[in-house]
């Protein structure tokens, strides 16, 4: 509910395996808070407080790094949905054991581009068109 009063601009954290899986762990959290609330007004709440998630994963060199840009884009039915914006894809293991890849876009432009732009965050269009490689 404090993500959902009007003020833009919310940060937390939540564990999970996937940005889906975190939706579902939200879910849950709203449900135990408001136990009269129903699932479809739990999903509204969520898709509405959310814009984006940055999924963290563990990789098997023991490294950190972001895997997933995930845009909540809403409600489908009775389900939040939601689009990658940008994956990170394993491409092999360096000699040293480090794991190698890629940040790669999806080729699809964030819902809340146009509120970046309003804010004065000019992103070039190609951004959501390009790979970047990480050693």
Known sequence: QAMNTGHDGSLTTIHSNS????????????????????????????????????????????????????????????????????????????????VKGRFRATGIRPKFYERLVASGIQLPAALFQTVVELR
């Not at 060199?61 to 489908?76: P, Q």
């Open 19 to 98: 940005p889906r899986d975190a939706i579902g762990r939200l879910e849950v959290m709203v449900g135990m808070a408001n136990a009269n609330m129903g699932v479809r007004a739990i999903r509204q709440q969520v898709a509405s407080a959310i814009d984006l998630f940055v999924q963290i994963a563990r990789l098997s060199d023991g490294s950190r790094r972001i895997t997933h840009l995930t845009e909540c884009v809403g409600m489908e039915g009775d389900q939040v949905t939601t689009q990658d914006i940008f994956v990170f894809e394993k491409t092999g293991l360096g000699e040293n054991g480090r």
